[in-house]
């Protein structure tokens, strides 16, 4: 399928547990986004990546880890999962060219929660 | 630094009144600013943005927004709302100069009234 998908869609797991969450898009965008999106906080940036093997903090990226070996793919890695890591999960990915003000396309979201 | 202030988190309207969502931001710069529309279980979609030249832009769904520069505000209106317009609404800025990041706001529910 043409897009950015993300998986699973849900997922439930347990306080120190390794999860991650899988980001794949067909565009070949060099930019891809990982957010989270909590009630009262909207969207704060985790990481992002530049292209395949460049990555960079955003606002709130402890806990969790990223990589990225192929372009298409960006997976998050929560290395142990706390209870403040329950959210849910949005992937974006951005258009190259006009640099500074394409828009970032989202996937569907995963909603992780950690008991 | 750079915010986005969403003002009311939650905002109801009647079918085919005037949509009236607001947005504010604090930039010592004019920035890049969109407006994205978030649908139950979905993720966010673009719904218009301003970058440079006209300050009242268009967007999908008879969405509009109007840069105002000296009240550093890009409000977004829609003439009559539509039940299918019931979504979270999320105001975003991009500071010129930045390649990469988005700054949102808090978002405002939507909710519209048969």
């Known amino acids: 399928d043409a897009g950015i998908t993300q998986s699973p869609r849900y997922k439930i797991t347990e306080t120190g547990r390794q999860v991650t969450l899988m980001c794949h898009q067909t565009?070949?965008?060099?930019?891809m986004f990982w957010y989270r999106q909590d009630l009262g906080h909207g969207l704060r940036l985790i990481y992002y990546?530049?292209?395949?093997?460049?990555?960079d903090k955003g606002e709130v990226p402890d806990g969790y880890v990223v990589s990225r070996s192929k372009t298409e793919n960006f997976p998050l890695t929560l290395e142990s999962a706390t209870r403040s890591q329950t959210s849910v999960y949005f992937c974006?990915?951005?258009?190259?060219?006009?640099?500074?003000?394409?828009?970032?396309?989202f996937g569907p979201g995963t909603r992780l929660t950690v008991l | 630094a750079q915010s986005v202030t969403q003002l009311g988190s939650h905002v109801s309207v009647s079918e085919g009144a005037l949509v009236l969502l607001r947005c504010n931001y604090s930039?010592?710069?004019?920035?890049?600013l969109f407006w994205y529309v978030q649908y139950p279980n979905q993720g966010l979609q673009l719904l218009l943005k301003?970058?440079?030249?006209?300050?009242l832009v268009k967007g999908i769904n008879g969405f509009e927004a109007e840069f105002k520069k000296s009240e550093t505000s890009f409000h977004l209106t829609k003439p009559s709302a539509h039940m299918s317009d019931a979504a979270e609404y999320f105001c975003?800025?991009?500071?010129?100069?930045?390649?990469?990041?988005?700054?949102f706001g808090k978002g405002t529910l939507l909710t519209v009234n048969p």
């Open positions: 974006a990915s951005r258009t190259d060219g006009q640099i500074y003000y394409n828009e970032q396309f």
């Open positions: 565009w070949s965008h060099s930019y």
């Open positions: 990546s530049a292209a395949a093997d460049i990555t």
């Open positions: 930039s010592s710069v004019p920035p890049y």
């Open positions: 301003y970058t440079t030249g006209a300050t």
């Open positions: 975003a800025v991009r500071l010129s100069g930045s390649n990469y990041k988005l700054t």
